[in-house]
C-alpha cells in the first residue's frame, strides 16, 4: 500500500530564510506526486505536481520540488519565504488509479 | 464562480442527528472523494465514486455513507452523528485523464461539530 511520510510537523523559519519540507512516499512503481498548500481557514490548492520527466518540478509562488527516486523522496523548496506562505503543507502520492493518499501535513511558521 | 462547492459550510448538530453533507462540482470530473480532517492527522478518505455507478469505501468509512446523486453531486450522510466525528470535512474532484490526471481539485470546507 501506498504511504507517505512528512517527518516534520512543525518547521519554523525566518522571512527571507530559505525552505526545506521534507516528504518521503512508499509505493513500487513510479508515483504521481503532488505538493498542496492550506492556508488558515481554507481549503486546499495544489502547488505542483511530478508525473514524469524532468525531476525539478516548478510551481505556483515560487515553490519548486525535486523526485528522487533513489532517496523516495519528494522534498518541496523555496529560495526565500514569505510571510505569507505560512500555512500547512501536504505531500500526497497517487498511482494509476487509486485515489490520492495524503501525509499529515508540516505546519509552516513564518517570522520576522 | 467556485468549481467545487460544499453546503453547509459550518454545522452544529447534537449526537444521535442524521447529517447530510452536500458536494456540487461545474468541472465536469467523473471522479469525487470525500476526505476528513483532524489536527495532525492529515487527510484520511471516506469515501469516493469514480463515476455514477460506482461506490468504494475508504479508510474511515465506518459511521458514514455517500449517495452519488449525478455526475455532479456527491453526499455525505453521517447516520448517527458522534462527537469523534467532529472535523473538517473536504470533497474533492478529479480527471481520470489528460494534463491534470489525478490532480485533485478540493471544495472549501464543511467544518462539523458533534456535540
Known amino acids: 500500500a501506498q504511504s507517505v511520510t512528512q517527518p516534520d510537523i512543525h518547521i519554523t523559519v525566518s522571512e527571507g530564510a530559505s525552505l526545506e519540507l521534507r516528504c518521503n512516499y512508499s509505493?513500487?512503481?513510479?508515483?504521481?506526486l503532488f505538493w498542496y498548500v492550506q492556508s488558515p481557514g481554507q481549503g486546499l490548492q495544489l502547488l505542483l505536481k511530478?508525473?514524469?520527466?524532468?525531476?525539478l518540478v516548478q510551481g505556483i509562488k515560487g515553490f519548486e520540488a525535486e523526485f528522487k527516486r533513489s532517496q523516495s523522496s519528494f522534498n518541496l523548496r523555496k529560495p526565500s519565504v514569505h510571510w505569507s506562505d505560512a500555512a500547512e503543507y501536504f505531500c500526497?502520492?497517487?498511482?494509476?488509479?487509486?485515489?490520492?493518499?495524503f501525509g499529515k501535513g508540516t505546519r509552516l511558521s513564518v517570522i520576522a | 464562480d467556485a468549481d467545487v462547492t460544499q453546503t453547509p459550510r459550518n454545522r452544529i448538530t447534537k449526537t444521535g442527528k442524521r447529517i447530510m453533507l452536500e458536494c456540487s462540482q461545474t468541472?465536469?470530473?467523473?471522479?469525487m472523494y470525500w476526505y476528513r480532517q483532524d489536527p495532525g492527522l492529515g487527510l484520511q478518505l471516506i469515501y469516493y465514486?469514480?463515476?455514477?455507478?460506482?461506490?468504494n469505501k475508504g479508510e474511515i468509512s465506518d459511521g458514514y455513507s455517500v449517495s452519488r446523486q449525478a455526475q455532479a453531486k456527491f453526499s455525505l450522510s453521517l447516520e448517527s452523528a458522534i462527537p469523534n466525528q467532529t472535523a473538517l470535512y473536504f470533497c474533492?474532484?478529479?480527471?481520470?485523464?489528460?494534463?491534470?490526471?489525478?490532480?485533485?481539485?478540493f471544495g472549501p470546507g464543511t467544518r462539523l461539530t458533534v456535540l
Open positions: 500526497a502520492v497517487a498511482s494509476g488509479n487509486t485515489p490520492l493518499v
Open positions: 468541472k465536469g470530473h467523473d471522479r
Open positions: 474533492a474532484t478529479s480527471d481520470y485523464a489528460g494534463a491534470n490526471y489525478n490532480e485533485q481539485f
Open positions: 465514486s469514480f463515476d455514477v455507478k460506482d461506490i
Open positions: 509505493y513500487g512503481a513510479t508515483p504521481y
Open positions: 511530478y508525473f514524469s520527466g524532468d525531476t
